[in-house]
């Protein structure tokens, strides 16, 4: 049984910075794309940014771009997100994802997500 634990949420004023995490268990992110995805209130979830496990390949959506840095720690088996320059838009539930393989648009496992509130 894989399970993906995400944490690092939480409340901070526009402009700030927060560092999301993401750890598994009964699996490792070996030969994975490891992706966060968000969902905020009344909207459907989309991706935000993936990371190739085998050579730190990332990808991200235009909003988040020069603001947001997905990372790994290979001998943690942990994936990051930072996020700075917060802004109250980036308001929602952060999911950590990963996949069986390093597809970055296929995710198999997900987490329970963690919440981000930024406030104006």
């Known amino acids: 049984q894989v399970q993906l634990v995400e944490s690092g949420g939480g409340l901070v004023q526009a402009g700030g910075s927060l560092r999301l995490s993401c750890a598994a268990s009964?699996?490792?992110?070996?030969?994975?794309?490891v992706g966060w995805f968000r969902q905020a209130p009344g909207s459907e979830r989309e991706f935000v940014a993936g990371?190739?496990?085998?050579?730190?390949?990332?990808v991200y959506t235009n909003a988040v771009k020069g603001r947001f840095t997905i990372s790994r720690d290979t001998a943690k088996n942990m994936v990051y997100l930072q996020m700075n320059s917060l802004k109250p838009e980036d308001t929602a539930v952060y999911y950590c994802?990963?996949?069986?393989?390093?597809?970055?648009?296929?995710?198999?496992?997900w987490g329970q997500g963690t919440q981000v509130t930024v406030s104006s």
């Open positions: 994802a990963a996949g069986n393989n390093e597809i970055l648009s296929k995710y198999d496992y």
């Open positions: 009964g699996r490792t992110f070996s030969s994975s794309a």
């Open positions: 990371i190739r496990w085998s050579n730190g390949n990332a």
